[in-house]
Structure formats: C-alpha cells, structure tokens
T-cell receptor, first 117, second 111 residues
Framework: GAGVSQTPSNKVTEKGKYVELRCDPI?????LYWYRQSLGQGPEFLIY????????DSGLPNDRFFAVRPEGSVSTLKIQRTERGDSAVYLC???????????????FGAGSRLTVL | GQSLEQPSEVTAVEGAIVQINCTYQ??????LSWYQQHDGGAPTFLSY????GLEETGRFSSFLSRSDSYGYLLLQELQMKDSASYFC????????????FGTGTQLKVEL
C-alpha cells in the first residue's frame, strides 16, 4: 500500500482481556518494527522482523506480548491478559531493508491507541 | 545499552532559526536520525547522518559529530506548522538494527 496501515486506530478493553493489533506495511518493505509510545515519551522499541522471522524481540516487556508476521508482510501484535499499564499508542513502522542504511529511515503508521480500563 | 539526551522544550518565533541538540551514548554507531511528530500524528522521518558533517534538506539541516557523540537539527525560517515534537534516534551496534529514540523536544513556534 501507499503507507503503513494500522488497525484498529483505537481500542478500549477491560483489564485481563486479549487484544490483537494489526499492521500492514508498505509493499516491498522487508523490515517491520513495533514500537510503543506513552504520553510525552519517545517511541520505545518492542520487536523487529526481517521477513517472516523476529530478528530482535528484546523490547517485548514480558511473555504476555507476542508478535507474528507469517507471510513476511502483515504483522499482528498480540497482548494477553491486558493490564492498565499496557495503555499506550502502539506504532508500527517499516523500512525498505533492515540493513543500516535502511534501518535509519522508518515509515510509521498512525498507531493503535490502546486503553485498558 | 544506548541513551540519548535532548532538551524537553524549545520556544521560538515565526521566521527565526532554532537548533535542537542531541547527545547520545551507544556502542557502535550506524547513524543519527531525526523525526517530527505532530500531536496525535505518526513520527515522520526528517533526516539522518551516518557521517560527520551537515545534511541539508530544504529548511531543515542535521549535523553530526561522531567524535563528540553529538548532533543537532537546525530549522530555518520557522513556520507555525513546525510546532511539533522532534526526536533524535540512534542506530547502534549495541542495539542491533533498531532505532533507539530520545524522549523528544517539544518545539513551540510563536507569532
């Protein structure tokens, strides 16, 4: 597509529920990233995919968070047993390549705002 | 690990020039990038430096000194629409192929 598309744009859920957030990157971009941003803070890295595989998941805060990218395009971030502290904007980004020259230039989606009540 | 420091807020008048500084710590270095984010919007890429010196893109320029672990974003002929948050981000060997972002500088442009 023309840009990075994220759905839903807003999600309100109750504590303890399961949530899925979807990201559709720019066509042809091999690298896909998930970040989380809280109010007044910079984006915080969660996980990075090169193709179908998670090349770096060191930013996932705990085992309640999981992400997949089964066909090397669309990715889903899954959060189990949501907690109030998970409330944030979840940003997806893609880049043409995960190599250094490409990894500096990310195109972000508009984000999914998650609110856990 | 990696860390970045930048001022939390900067205020300037329309038509002026403003410089937003960023210092970083990283093991290995592959680039310093700058992103702009308007309230409620997505971060958008502005510029990046992998080598020392100045990169110019229209009204925006970015500078890097690797020996000082320092860079800055220069915005010229400020416009009201430049009011936004500006983030520096570093790509370093210690962090793998992922950008680590600073906490951002909120720029307010006044008449």
């Amino acid at each position: 597509g023309a840009g990075v598309s994220q759905t839903p744009s807003n999600k309100v859920t109750e504590k303890g529920k399961y949530v899925e957030l979807r990201c559709d990157p720019i066509s042809g971009h091999t690298a896909l990233y998930w970040y989380r941003q809280s109010l007044g803070q910079g984006p915080e890295f969660l996980i990075y995919f090169q193709g179908t595989g998670a090349a770096d998941d060191s930013g996932l805060p705990n085992d309640r968070f999981f992400a997949v990218r089964p066909e090397g395009s669309v990715s889903t971030l899954k959060i189990q047993r949501t907690e109030r502290g998970d409330s944030a904007v979840y940003l997806c980004a893609s880049s043409l390549t995960g190599q250094h020259s490409g990894a500096n230039v990310l195109t972000f989606g508009a984000g999914s705002r998650l609110t856990v009540l | 690990g990696q860390s970045l420091e930048q001022p939390s807020e900067v205020t300037a008048v329309e038509g002026a020039i403003v410089q937003i500084n960023c210092t970083y710590q990283t093991s290995g270095f592959y680039g310093l990038s700058w992103y702009q984010q308007h309230d409620g919007g997505a971060p958008t890429f502005l510029s990046y430096n992998a080598l020392d010196g100045l990169e110019e893109t229209g009204r925006f320029s970015s500078f890097l000194s690797r020996s000082d672990s320092y860079g800055y974003l220069l915005l010229q002929e400020l416009q009201m629409k430049d009011s936004a948050s500006y983030f520096c981000a570093v790509l370093g060997a210690g962090g793998g192929n992922k950008l680590t972002f600073g906490t951002g500088t909120q720029l307010k442009v006044e008449l």
